[in-house]
């Protein structure tokens, strides 16, 4: 079972940047990798995913701003935000997922995002 352990959240102005980073304990080649939020109050949402080095889909909300890339040696995952706006305000949570005779996802700890003046 992969742990997952992500970082760089924290407080930032609106139009401002974070890079989050996502360590996995296990190869991610052998996994499809994401990025998740869940706002309070709300659902938890895809913001991007990754299968492998190129590949990338990304939520409407973000597109053009977010950026997901992936270190497959260092078994990184990573989430460039750039022009963060309130709304992008939520905890953010890393994901694996992986076929194994039905698909099954992994969760990291989440790290908080504060996009706020």
């Known amino acids: 079972q992969v742990q997952l352990v992500e970082s760089g959240g924290g407080l930032v102005q609106p139009g401002g940047s974070l890079r989050l980073s996502c360590a996995a304990s296990d190869s991610i080649l052998r996994y499809g990798m994401g990025w998740y939020r869940q706002a309070p109050g709300k659902q938890r949402e895809m913001v991007a995913t990754t299968i492998s080095i190129g590949n990338a889909v990304y939520a409407d909300s973000v597109q053009g701003r977010f950026t997901i890339s992936r270190d497959n040696a260092k078994n990184t995952v990573y989430l460039q935000m750039n022009s963060l706006k309130p709304e992008d305000t939520a905890v953010y949570y890393c994901?694996?997922?992986?076929?194994?005779?039905?698909?099954?996802?992994?969760w990291g700890q989440g790290t908080q995002v504060t996009v706020s003046s």
């Open positions: 994901n694996a997922n992986q076929y194994r005779a039905g698909w099954v996802d992994y």
